[in-house]
Structure formats: C-alpha cells, structure tokens
C-alpha cells in the first residue's frame, strides 16, 4: 500500500481548498485499507487506555466538512477500538435558548473532553465562522454589544473572532489537551452522488433534508469561508489537516494514521510507576490471592 506523507496533509501557512485533491490513491484494494485501519485503531485505543492511567493530558479531535462528507461513519470506525468510557462525542446543533445566553465559545468549552480522555467534536466551534458567516443573520440571535444589525458583521468581526478561536485553543493546549482539526475535504459531484444514494435507497431517507439542497446551492461561498477558517487558524498547537474525502476507507484511515502518528511522539505518556512498597510486596499479594483457592 502507498505510504502518505501526512505532514503534506497539514497545513502550513496560506492553502487553497481548490488546490488540494479530495481523493488520494492508495494503491490497495479497500479490503486492505479496511485491514490496515483495523491495526491502527487498535493501536490508538491501546495508547488511550495509557493515556488515562498518564492522567495528564486530553485529546480533541474536530471534524469539519460538507453535508455528506462522512464525519458519523468516520467516528464510528476510527474509535471502534477505544474503551466507550475513554471517548466522548459531541455534535453541535443549532445553538439552545441556553446556550444563547451565553459567549459562543461557552457550548464547547464546557464540552471538553476530561484528562486521560478522548474528545470528538462532530461540527465545532467552527461553525461559528462558518454556516455563520455564510448566513450572518444567525448572529443576531446571540444579542451581542455592538451588533445591531447584519450590517455591523464587517470583516473586522470575523477577525476578532479567528483571533478568539486561536486564543480558545491556545489556551486549552498550554493547558494539556492536544488538539487535531480535519477538514474532510469533498468534491461537489461526489456530494451529489451520496445525496442522490440517500434519496434512491430507502433505509437512508431519513438522512436525507430538504435543507441540504438549500446549502449545497452555496457551495462556493461555504468553500470561501472554509478557506478562510483553515488559514487563520492553524497554529502549531492546533493545526488543521486537510483529507481528501471522496473515499471513505481511505479517510478514516488517514485520521486514523495521523492521530496514531502524532499521538506517539508524546514519549512522556506512560503508564505510571508503581509505589516502591507496593512494588516491594507484588509477591506477598500474589501469595494471598493464590491461598484463597
């Protein structure tokens, strides 16, 4: 099977969404894909049962992507392998009356996976310079100083809210949580091919909403601000990948590779040493155990 350089994934610096490819060949078959994702996600569900025993930092993992780019499947078949108590997934709505009276950034800071722990962000915080900038009006509803009407959104706003979003994820990350962003990157066509397959099979209707084909109108716009988000915000502590997606097998084990990869260079994770007089009477405890049978 082709190796990925994934560093190639990263990005580093101005990208553009156009530029990148949404398919990736990997020279293998899809079962030998499905077989090495297999290996992998074992892999990093064994460093997350270390992880929690290490107790000193947490995992973020965001995704983001178009309608249809397989951000369910792709939690369901990467975490396979974790411990269901050592992973938690979030997938942001429309924001609550709740949550409304609240800073934008509130929802997801209180949903921040726990040391030792992995956590999914299934749409993020992105969203709010995404399908809110895309529809400024939405802003509105969150009642904010100085915003008294669309015309206020200028690009000034958007700004001082990238630099929110950055200092957000510095702060977590000088805090312990180690941060991944992926943006499963989809073509057009293929999106209207997995819309059409939702409409043509008939126990995948209900995924399918009117809405979708309201949003997918947009496209371009969406790519715009997906563009914009990604060069403003990745950071060396909090960088984006940019993964071709019009292949599901083989994104789900880009993510996969990328977060056994990176996760591994944190050599300090280990499992914590015994206590020299625990340590000293492993014997003793064994003795009393074995004399119970």
Not at 113 to 132: A, C, D, I, Q, S
Request: hydrophobic share 35%.
């Amino acid at each position: 099977m082709k190796k990925i350089d994934h560093t190639q994934l990263k990005v580093i610096g101005n990208i553009k969404l156009k530029e990148k490819p949404t398919k990736i060949e990997m020279d293998a078959s899809e079962d030998k894909i499905k077989d090495e994702l297999k290996d992998v996600r074992k892999k990093l569900g064994d460093w997350q049962d270390v992880l929690y025993a290490h107790h000193k930092y947490s995992v973020l993992v965001c995704l983001q992507g178009m309608d249809t780019a397989g951000k369910d499947s792709l939690i369901r078949e990467v975490f396979k392998d974790f411990n269901s108590r050592g992973v938690v997934v979030h997938s942001f709505k429309t924001p609550s009356h709740k949550e409304l009276k609240h800073d934008y950034l509130w929802r997801h800071y209180i949903a921040l996976p726990e040391r030792g722990k992995f956590g999914v962000f299934n749409r993020t915080h992105y969203e709010n310079v995404l399908v809110t900038r895309v529809h400024p009006g939405y802003i509105m509803n969150e009642n904010i100083p100085g915003i008294n009407s669309v015309e206020d959104i200028d690009e000034n706003f958007w700004n001082q809210r990238f630099k929110q979003i950055r200092n957000f994820e510095e702060h977590i990350a000088q805090n312990g949580t180690i941060i991944f962003k992926f943006f499963l990157h989809l073509s057009k066509e293929e999106q209207r091919d997995r819309l059409l397959r939702r409409l043509n099979k008939p126990s995948k209707n209900w995924k399918f909403s009117p809405g979708d084909l309201k949003e997918r109108k947009l496209w371009d716009k969406y790519q715009d601000c997906y563009e914009a988000a990604i060069n403003k915000t990745s950071t060396e502590n909090a960088p984006w990948y940019i993964i071709p997606a019009d292949d599901k097998p083989t994104a789900r084990y880009l993510v996969a590779k990328i977060l056994k990869d990176e996760l591994s260079k944190y050599k300090e994770v280990q499992e914590p040493e015994l206590a020299p007089e625990i340590l000293e009477n492993l014997d003793q405890y064994k003795e009393e155990l074995n004399a119970e049978k």
